[in-house]
């Protein structure tokens, strides 16, 4: 399953069992860590600033998600938040790299630049 798959279902899983994290502005008041089911794997999703991680806790390999911010965007991606999930898997991927792949993206249509280093998949 890619990052950007991942980051709909799970962010759509977690608005649906604690509907407080749908108040984009802060997330304030909301659980600092809450469990989740996607399927048959177990997640945590930890909330930081304005984001959230998620980390899956089973099946092995310990999968991660970091939602930066803007999580009523599930299609947004950067080049940092896609090493962190690829080095999860066990892919090394320098960072250079990831800026490489998304540019590459963008050039072939697949995303489009949001914002200063983030890209928006369209």
């Keep these: ?28 008041g909301t659980p600092f860590r809450v469990g989740l089911r996607l399927n048959d794997e177990a997640w945590e999703a930890t909330r930081h600033g304005v984001g959230v991680m998620f980390k899956r806790c089973d099946p092995a390999p310990n999968l991660v998600v970091d939602v930066h911010d803007a999580l009523d965007q599930p299609d947004r991606v950067d080049a940092w938040r896609l090493q962190q999930f690829l080095e999860s898997m066990g892919r090394a991927l320098e960072f250079r790299d990831a800026q490489e792949a998304l540019a590459i993206c963008v050039r072939d249509g697949l995303l489009s630049r949001s914002d200063a280093g983030s890209y928006q998949l369209r």
Excluded: C, I
């Excluded at 990052?3 to 709909?8: D, E, G, I």
């Excluded at 962010?11 to 749908?22: K, N, V």
């Design 1 to 28: 399953m890619s990052l950007v798959t991942y980051q709909r279902q799970l962010l759509a899983r977690l608005l649906e069992d604690h509907p407080e994290y749908g108040h984009f502005g802060s997330l304030a």
